[in-house]
């Protein structure tokens, strides 16, 4: 699969970093360069992209789809949380611009096999940081019933994350749960 992204309200945030030829721009969410394509197109052999993103492919396509570009660029496998202390040790200072496009691209989401997507069957992974051990199914199969319960109502502030849980909770013990789509139907069949 192609990792395709269409960048949103490009006008307006292209229109909003005031992009200047020689300028510094970070992008804390690279994924596909969607967003740095454009400002790299609008930068001189002076300007710099200086690129983050957790997902080792949007590294990888981003340093494909950039690497004719006439400008800097710098790309970090990284968290962007951790951004701050990576300009300052490799020199930079001074920015012009940052961008941050939060969320789950589509990419990840139509990606069976990352287990974001709920429409396509995949392995429960769900992990941006494909390096990382912890991934969902760890989470689904082994946290106790209230740390689910927590899980799902501060960071996804789901109304019914006692019932999903409780519902999980239920399912593992008849065996792990393996795939987006089993867990699907225990999200699904725990609404009213």
């Known amino acids: 699969m192609e990792f395709k992204h269409v960048p949103i309200m490009l006008d307006e945030v292209i229109a909003g970093l005031n992009i200047q030829e020689d300028g510094v721009y970070v992008d804390l969410t690279l994924?596909?360069?969607?967003?740095?394509?454009?400002?790299?197109?609008?930068?001189?052999?002076?300007?710099?992209?200086?690129?983050?993103?957790?997902?080792?492919?949007?590294?990888?396509?981003?340093?494909?789809?950039?690497?004719?570009?006439?400008?800097?660029?710098?790309?970090?496998?990284?968290?962007?949380?951790?951004?701050?202390?990576?300009?300052?040790?490799?020199?930079?200072?001074?920015?012009?611009?940052?961008?941050?496009?939060?969320?789950?691209?589509?990419?990840?989401?139509?990606?069976?096999?990352?287990?974001?997507?709920?429409?396509?069957?995949?392995?429960?992974?769900?992990?941006?940081?494909?390096?990382?051990?912890?991934?969902?199914?760890?989470?689904v199969n082994n946290y106790s019933e209230q740390a689910l319960i927590d899980i799902l109502y501060r960071y996804g502030e789901e109304t019914y994350a006692r019932s999903i849980a409780r519902n999980i909770v239920k399912a593992r013990s008849n065996g792990a749960i393996s795939t987006t789509q089993e867990l699907r139907r225990i999200v699904e069949s725990s609404y009213p």
């Open 31 to 139: 994924g596909g360069a969607g967003h740095s394509g454009v400002i790299a197109d609008r930068l001189s052999k002076d300007g710099t992209i200086i690129g983050f993103d957790k997902d080792k492919t949007a590294i990888d396509v981003s340093s494909i789809r950039l690497k004719d570009k006439s400008c800097h660029i710098k790309l970090f496998n990284s968290d962007f949380r951790h951004f701050k202390e990576i300009l300052i040790s490799n020199g930079i200072e001074k920015v012009d611009g940052i961008l941050a496009d939060l969320g789950v691209s589509s990419y990840q989401i139509d990606e069976g096999k990352r287990g974001f997507s709920y429409m396509h069957d995949g392995p429960l992974d769900m992990r941006m940081d494909t390096s990382s051990s912890l991934n969902a199914s760890y989470i």
